[in-house]
């Protein structure tokens, strides 16, 4: 592949990138939520048990700054309460209220679903490539990016 070939199909990934955020953000505002608020629900109902606040930023690589105002948000809603972690006062866990697990069920929930049947529209192997490429890009990316790349 040529440069001017690598460029294009850059600018191409880069559109298809931009355009699935895209779906995520019109998801949240259709519902009636900030992004980081939608994925903060999201994060915490597509995995087992409570997450603190530093787990849900590094889950979605985002500020804390930026979580930590989404949470407080959230909180003020009635959406979440936090509470201490055993054994640790420092970190404290994100628990859904009643009113927090009803969002979650019409939000988070049905766009979990949404996921599972467009992926389930390929093949069990086209699923293992994706990831197998999304994987090897992101590999590659931190390779360019580590140390004096920049």
């Not at 040529?2 to 990934?13: I, K, P, Q, S």
Request: neutral net charge.
């Amino acid at each position: 592949m040529t440069g001017g070939e690598l460029r294009r199909f850059v600018a191409a990934y880069n559109t298809l990138y931009k355009e699935m955020d895209e779906v995520y953000r019109a998801l949240a505002r259709r519902f009636g939520l900030s992004d980081c608020a939608f994925w903060v629900l999201y994060v915490l109902r597509e995995s087992d048990g409570p997450h603190t606040q530093a787990e849900v930023c590094e889950t979605l690589s985002l500020p804390r700054q930026t979580v930590n105002s989404a949470l407080k948000s959230m909180r003020e809603a009635g959406l979440i309460r936090l509470e201490n972690a055993e054994g640790n006062r420092k970190n404290k866990y994100i628990l859904l209220t009643a009113a927090g697990e009803t969002l979650a069920a019409r939000t988070a929930d049905r766009v979990l679903e949404m996921e599972c049947r467009a992926f389930g529209r390929f093949s069990a192997a086209e699923r293992e490539e994706y990831l197998r490429l999304f994987g090897q890009h992101i590999a590659h990316m931190k390779h360019e990016t580590a140390g004096d790349a920049l």
